[in-house]
T-cell receptor
């Protein structure tokens, strides 16, 4: 069955420290994975997708099929990175595609 | 210039009542969704509609009935509310064929007492 697991409910780091938000998935096909973010008092929004292999706000995520992981990383955390982060897997395609979300990880960056 | 809006923002009601949550998007998207976020922040899809047609219908009690009068609106009606229905309900929309990039509404916090 398709599943996304984020083992950490809360990750607390100091400003300037490296950050790694863990995400593991279970999927029988070729996975498409994403990270969504919800900042305080803002809406949930797409942060990045694995296919684009881009860095957004200093964050990167590499799909590791061997470890079935898609961890989100940033070398130096900033206070404005504090937010709720959701890893998501796309199941299906086109208009029938649906996002399967992990449980979410709250990132707290302390000054 | 709100992209996806939901009303009401908060809804407090008693068990057994029937209530509706409305969602509207002005992005011109064809697909709309309803999600439920439980007390542990777990976000799960409930329904999706494409151009007024039901596409995704997850295992949701039939007390929940979505209605899409046009492609810009997707309302959620809940009958005989139960304590376990207390959650935050999010509406979202996406462009045709780009279901991975969803635009979310602000959420409706439903509390059933």
């Amino acid at each position: 069955a398709q599943r996304v697991t984020q083992p950490e409910k809360l990750l607390s780091v100091f400003k300037g420290a490296p950050v790694e938000l863990k995400c593991n998935y279970s999927y029988s096909g070729s996975p498409e994975l994403f990270w969504y973010v919800q900042y305080s008092r803002q809406r949930l929004q797409l942060l990045l997708r694995h296919i684009s292999r881009e860095s957004i706000k200093g964050f990167t995520a590499d799909l590791n099929k061997g470890e079935t992981s898609f961890h989100l990383k940033k070398p130096f955390a900033q206070e404005e990175d504090s937010a709720m982060y959701y890893c998501a897997l796309l199941h299906g395609s086109g208009n029938t595609g649906k996002l399967i979300f992990g449980q979410g990880t709250t990132l707290q960056v302390k000054p | 210039d709100t992209a996806v809006s939901q009303t009401p923002k908060y809804l407090v009601t008693q068990m057994g009542n029937d209530k509706s949550i409305k969602c509207e998007q002005n992005l011109g998207h064809d697909t709309m969704y309803w999600y439920k976020q439980d007390s542990k922040k777990f976000l799960k899809i409930m329904f999706s509609y494409n151009n007024k047609e039901l596409i995704i219908n997850e295992t949701v009690p039939n007390r929940f009935s979505p209605k899409s009068p046009d492609k810009a609106h997707l309302n959620l009606h809940i009958n005989s509310l139960e304590l376990g229905d207390s959650a935050v309900y999010f509406c979202a929309s996406s462009q045709d064929g780009i279901s991975y990039e969803q635009y979310f509404g602000p959420g409706t916090r439903l509390t059933v007492t």
